[in-house]
């Protein structure tokens, strides 16, 4: 079974940075397409960043382009990563990992099949 384990969040100053991780602690097999979605109070669920296996392939929304730099290290166990720079306090949200059972990268929630716990990210002076 899959399982998804996130770490890095915290508390961070506007225009500070900030690198979550998630690595996937069962499954051996690295081609599966990973994500990165967030959730702020009162709101859906967003996509936030996506990587093929190899991290040759990545897809942002446009909230978050040219400021965050999702990649991945299959040689540690299947982790991918999220890097956050020039955080706004509208980047304060919940963040989840994801995971597919699909080698094709995915915007939609319900396009993924596995899912971390979440990690809260807090962007404030």
């Known amino acids: 079974q899959v399982q998804l384990v996130e770490s890095g969040g915290g508390l961070v100053q506007p225009g500070g940075s900030l690198r979550l991780s998630c690595a996937d602690s069962r499954r051996t097999f690295s081609a599966y397409a990973m994500g990165w979605f967030r959730q702020a109070p009162g709101k859906e669920r967003e996509f936030v960043a996506t990587?093929?296996?190899?991290?040759?392939?990545?897809?942002y929304a446009d909230s978050v382009k040219g400021r965050f730099t999702i990649s991945r290290d299959n040689a540690a166990k299947n982790t991918v990563l999220l890097q956050m720079n020039s955080r706004t306090p509208e980047d304060t949200a919940v963040y989840y990992c994801?995971?597919?059972?699909?080698?094709?990268?995915?915007?939609?929630?319900?396009?993924?099949?596995?899912w971390g716990q979440g990690t809260q990210v807090t962007v404030s002076s």
């Open positions: 990587s093929n296996w190899s991290g040759a392939t990545t897809y």
């Open positions: 994801a995971a597919r059972d699909r080698f094709s990268i995915a915007t939609l929630v319900q396009e993924y099949d596995y």
